[in-house]
């Protein structure tokens, strides 16, 4: 499912392409940046930072196909915290990006939730996130 | 360089100051057109945690005059939500902890912390 059905966020911001499949605390997106992307370099190198979005828009799509399903309006999700994100890779602008992210704690508005990237067989970034729900919807 | 890279650059405020031995501060201002706030929010504009974390490196990278690549975010936490055209005060202060460049940065609007984190930099090993 396009993200953007999904997801607030909107090009050049939205890094997330296509939600591919949900399981349940499990969730795994695509994305493919061209070389036009804010995030790619002269060589299309992407930044770094990057990584971090992806995961957290990838739990948003996640977040947002469950709130779908339930037939609620999508809820919005801020990114509140960052725990050991090792970034372990580089990727291109036109590589194909996969994001699977798991939630491991929902309580109080908030979920915490591990993710990684990856390039092919590499992962490229891994880390923990931490995200605060509103509930009311858009 | 990428785009956003030359937008947060380009939306400086001021110089680098130099505040202590290993600390660094420089105020910015992102203005409503600046290109991370496109599509983040369309209906409610916030600066992106992606381009807080962006702005340390840049400023870290400027101050050391050498290109580095971001290794890891050892912890991050984004306190109160940025808006356009606020001055925000970025303040990183450098560290070597078991070998490694660690930077601890802060962000502040009006005196007040809006995020902080811990960065891993790495010296780019490829010129940009």
């Known amino acids: 499912m396009p993200a953007s059905l999904l997801i607030p966020h909107r090009k050049p911001m939205r890094l997330v392409d296509t939600l591919l499949s949900v399981h349940e605390d499990c969730g795994v997106t695509e994305t493919l940046l061209p070389r036009t992307s804010m995030m790619a370099d002269g060589e299309g190198?992407?930044?770094?930072?990057?990584?971090?979005?992806?995961?957290?828009?990838s739990y948003a799509a996640f977040n947002g196909y469950r709130d779908l399903v339930e037939g609620k309006p999508a809820g919005e999700?801020?990114?509140?915290?960052?725990?050991?994100?090792?970034?372990?890779?580089?990727?291109?602008a036109g590589d194909r990006l996969l994001t699977s992210i798991r939630t491991i704690a929902s309580f109080g508005g908030f979920a915490v939730v591990e993710g990684s990237v990856t390039r092919g067989d590499e992962t490229v970034a891994s880390g923990i996130i931490k995200l605060w729900l509103m509930e009311d919807g858009r | 360089m990428?785009?956003?890279?030359?937008?947060?650059?380009?939306?400086?405020?001021?110089?680098?100051?130099?505040?202590?031995?290993?600390?660094?501060?420089?105020?910015?201002?992102?203005?409503?057109?600046?290109?991370?706030?496109?599509?983040?929010?369309?209906?409610?504009?916030i600066l992106p945690a992606i381009v807080q974390v962006c702005a340390a490196v840049s400023l870290a990278e400027e101050e050391g005059g050498k290109a580095v690549r971001l290794a890891a975010v050892r912890s991050a936490k984004f306190l109160s939500p940025i808006r356009p055209g606020e001055e925000v005060?970025?303040?990183?202060?450098?560290?070597?902890?078991?070998?490694?460049d660690i930077y601890d940065a802060t962000?502040?609007?009006?005196?007040?912390?809006?995020a902080v984190f811990q960065l891993r930099l790495a010296e780019e090993e490829t010129p940009r």
């Not at chain 2, 505040?19 to 203005?31: D, K, L, N, Q």
């Not at chain 2, 962000?107 to 809006?114: D, E, I, N, R």
């Open chain 2, 107 to 114: 962000l502040s609007v009006a005196g007040k912390t809006s």
């Open chain 2, 89 to 100: 005060s970025i303040r990183c202060r450098r560290r070597v902890d078991s070998g490694e």
């Open chain 1, 77 to 92: 999700g801020f990114l509140v915290g960052v725990r050991r994100l090792e970034i372990t890779g580089r990727a291109y």
């Open chain 2, 2 to 45: 990428n785009a956003l890279l030359r937008g947060i650059r380009a939306s400086a405020a001021g110089d680098i100051e130099r505040t202590g031995p290993e600390t660094v501060v420089r105020r910015y201002r992102f203005a409503p057109g600046f290109i991370g706030f496109l599509g983040h929010f369309p209906e409610n504009p």
């Open chain 1, 45 to 57: 190198k992407l930044h770094e930072v990057a990584f971090m979005e992806m995961i957290a828009q």
